[in-house]
C-alpha cells in the first residue's frame, strides 16, 4: 500500500534551517509530484510548494520563494524540504502529500512538527 | 492565486441530521477541455492528517461513505454529509487543484449539537 513516512520533530533557532524528509513506497515514486503543506497551531493548511519526481520540476507559493527548497532523490524515493531563515511564525506542522499530474492530494504523510523557538 | 472561501466557519448538527458545507473559488476551477471541475474535499480529523475524500468536485475517493456528496460546478461547491455520525467530527477543506499555486479553504469545522 502507499505510505509517506516523514522524518521526525525538530527544533530550531530563530534564522536556522531545518530539512524534512518524505521517504515513499508502495508506487512508483517518478510517477507522481510531492507537494508540502504546512499547518501553524489551531491553523489552516497552507500550500508551500510542489516538485515532480519525475524531472525535478518545481513550483513554490509566492511567500516562500527564496527560503524553501524542495529536492528528490529517486534512488531512495524520498523527498526533501528546506526551510531557511526560520522564523517564529514557521512553527507548524508539516506535511509531504503524494499527487497525480492533474489531480489532487491522495496520500499524505504522518506530518513532521517543526517549533522554532529561541 | 484562486482564492477559495468556505462558509460556515463551523457548524453543530445532530446526528443523524444534514450538514452541508459551502466553497467558493474567485475564478472558475471548470476545465472547458474535459468538463472537470478541479476541487477537492478533505477531512482533518484531531491530531491526523488532511484524508482525501471527494475529487473532482463530486467522485467520492475509494471507501469513503456514500453519507459525503460532493456537488457544483465553476465557482460554487458543496459537501453534504447526508446523516452526520460521531465518526465525521472534523474539519473539512476545499482545495482548487486547476491551478498548480494550490490553494485550500480556510476549512469548516463540524461537531455534533
Known amino acids: 500500500q502507499v505510505q509517506l513516512v516523514q522524518s521526525g520533530a525538530e527544533v530550531k533557532k530563530p534564522g536556522a534551517s531545518v530539512k524534512v524528509s518524505c521517504k515513499a513506497s508502495?508506487?512508483?515514486?517518478?510517477?507522481?509530484?510531492i507537494s508540502w503543506v504546512r499547518q501553524a497551531p489551531g491553523q489552516g493548511l497552507e500550500w508551500m510548494g510542489w516538485?515532480?519526481?519525475?524531472?525535478?520540476?518545481?513550483n513554490y507559493a509566492q511567500k516562500l520563494q527564496g527560503r524553501v527548497t524542495m529536492t528528490t532523490d529517486t534512488s531512495t524515493s524520498t523527498a526533501y524540504m528546506e526551510l531557511r531563515s526560520l522564523r517564529s511564525d514557521d512553527t507548524a506542522v508539516y506535511y509531504c502529500a503524494s499527487f497525480n499530474s492533474s489531480g489532487p492530494f491522495d496520500y499524505w504523510g504522518q506530518g513532521t512538527l517543526v517549533t522554532v523557538s529561541s | 492565486d484562486i482564492v477559495m472561501t468556505q462558509s460556515p466557519d463551523s457548524l453543530a448538527v445532530s446526528l443523524g441530521e444534514r450538514a452541508t458545507i459551502n466553497c467558493k473559488s474567485s475564478?472558475?476551477?471548470?476545465?472547458?477541455?474535459?468538463?472537470?471541475?478541479?476541487l477537492a474535499w478533505y477531512q482533518q480529523k484531531s491530531g491526523q492528517p488532511p484524508k482525501l475524500l471527494i475529487y473532482?468536485?463530486?467522485t467520492r475517493e475509494s471507501g469513503v461513505p456514500d453519507r459525503f456528496s460532493g456537488s457544483g460546478s465553476g465557482t460554487d461547491f458543496t459537501l453534504t454529509i447526508s446523516s452526520l455520525q460521531a465518526e465525521d467530527v472534523a474539519v473539512y477543506y476545499c482545495?482548487?487543484?486547476?491551478?498548480?499555486?494550490?490553494?485550500f479553504g480556510p476549512g469548516t469545522k463540524v461537531d455534533i449539537k
Open positions: 516538485i515532480s519526481a519525475y524531472n525535478g520540476n518545481t
Open positions: 482545495q482548487q487543484y486547476y491551478s498548480t499555486l494550490f490553494t
Open positions: 475564478q472558475s476551477v471548470l476545465y472547458s477541455s474535459n468538463n472537470k471541475n478541479y
Open positions: 508502495g508506487y512508483t515514486f517518478t510517477s507522481y509530484g
Open positions: 473532482w468536485a463530486s
